[in-house]
């Protein structure tokens, strides 16, 4: 990695089809990070990544997040979520307002880590 300091005003916000809209941060061999938004009663797409392991870091907002074989949770600000690599993952906006939370992935988030199960 080299040093850097990434303004968030140099980022440009977009939709993906998963529904939610995604600022990308920062992405090195060894991580991306990437900024999440999901606007109330959306939900993501349910996939996994291959062979990344991701954590949301919430920032703003209420969610409910569905991860692999655990009981969906209620998430809100300061929680964080652990997900391993290959399992699967979607989050619904269950507040009035934007749901932000960072994603981090380690190694660094490709789309061809990317596996939407709903296809």
Not at 29 to 42: C, N, Q
Not at 48 to 75: C, F, Q, R, S, W
Not at 90 to 107: A, E, M, Q, S, W
Request: with cysteine; aromatic share 6%; glycine share 6%.
């Amino acid at each position: 990695m080299k040093a850097e300091i990434v303004n968030a005003k140099s980022l440009n916000e977009y939709l993906t089809p998963e529904h939610c809209f995604i600022w990308e941060n920062l992405s090195s061999e060894k991580v991306s990070i990437a900024r999440a938004r999901v606007k109330p009663g959306v939900t993501t797409v349910a996939h996994h990544l291959k062979g990344a392991d991701e954590m949301y870091i919430i920032t703003k907002g209420n969610g409910k997040v569905h991860v692999g074989n655990l009981e969906p949770a209620e998430v809100t600000v300061g929680d964080v979520v652990a997900i391993p690599a290959g399992t699967s993952q979607r989050i619904t906006n269950v507040g009035k307002t934007d749901l932000v939370f960072y994603c981090i992935c380690t190694p660094r988030f490709t789309a061809e880590c990317y596996v939407d199960e709903e296809k």
